[in-house]
């Protein structure tokens, strides 16, 4: 039988942050290769269908704030098991750490980029153990490796503790054939970056990434090719950071 190492047919496939950049782009690249995708934002369902655009194949669209667990539960309920779980979802505010406002900014993050992640994982992560089988994809960031290049501590340490969380999902899920692997992006043009200083010129390779060249790994860890991945986490810096 040939080996297709990208094929997500029959697969169901669910996207956080899809009304975001590498989310998007995430979808329309795994629908492309066969995936029935359900997309997923805090954002309403018409913003997320309009933002990620024509798909090759089946979709449904949830509004959910992820960092909520009661709100988890429910998409849960309404998407059924999945065999993949992608969570791009996460924010990055530019904030003042030592500003007086930035305890609110800190709590939040830590609700989206932490909290979130754990809500989604606790969610779906055991039926993926009863079906014996399952790709879960979660998103660190160079900043959880060396500080990062612009962003403030709260998204820094958030995006460490995703790598560390990585690791340790990715221990209990491989004796059921769950892999849990992260992805580390460097400076990705997408608007969570816009008005931010970052200079394409700057950086190793003079330009930022595509969103596209994100969601190229996202489907090679759902699909048949990263079969034996698992607990890594990916850089997609374009040689910002090596280690």
């Known amino acids: 039988m040939e080996f297709r190492p990208t094929d997500l047919s029959g697969r169901k496939i669910l996207i956080t942050g899809a009304a975001g950049g590498i989310g998007a782009a995430s979808a329309r690249i795994c629908s492309a290769h066969g995936a029935e995708v359900a997309l997923v934002d805090i954002a309403d369902v018409d913003t997320i269908r309009r933002t990620v655009g024509e798909l090759s194949g089946p979709a449904t669209f949830h509004s959910c704030d992820t960092s909520q667990k009661e709100a988890v539960r429910r998409l849960s ?98 004796p059921h054939n769950v892999t849990v692997n992260a992805i580390a992006p460097g400076p990705i043009d997408t608007p969570m970056i816009y008005g931010r200083g970052y200079e394409a010129e700057t950086y190793p390779m003079k330009r930022l990434a595509a969103p596209e060249e994100v969601g190229s790994f996202v489907l090679l860890l759902c699909g048949p090719g990263g079969g034996f991945a698992s607990g890594a986490i990916f850089d997609v810096n374009g040689a910002t950071h090596l280690r």
Not at 155 to 173: E, M, N, P, S, V
């Open 77 to 174: 309920e309404a998407t059924g098991p999945v065999y993949g779980l992608v969570d791009c979802a996460a924010i990055c505010p530019p904030d003042d750490w030592l500003d007086d406002s930035w305890d609110e900014a800190l709590e939040r993050t830590i609700e989206v980029n932490i909290k979130g992640p754990a809500n989604l994982t606790r969610a779906y992560y055991p039926k993926m153990v009863e079906q014996g089988e399952g790709r879960i994809v979660l998103f660190g960031s160079v900043a959880g490796w060396m500080g990062g290049l612009r962003s403030g501590p709260h998204y820094a340490f958030t995006k460490g503790g995703i790598h560390a969380f990585t690791r340790w999902l990715a221990q209990r899920g491989a």
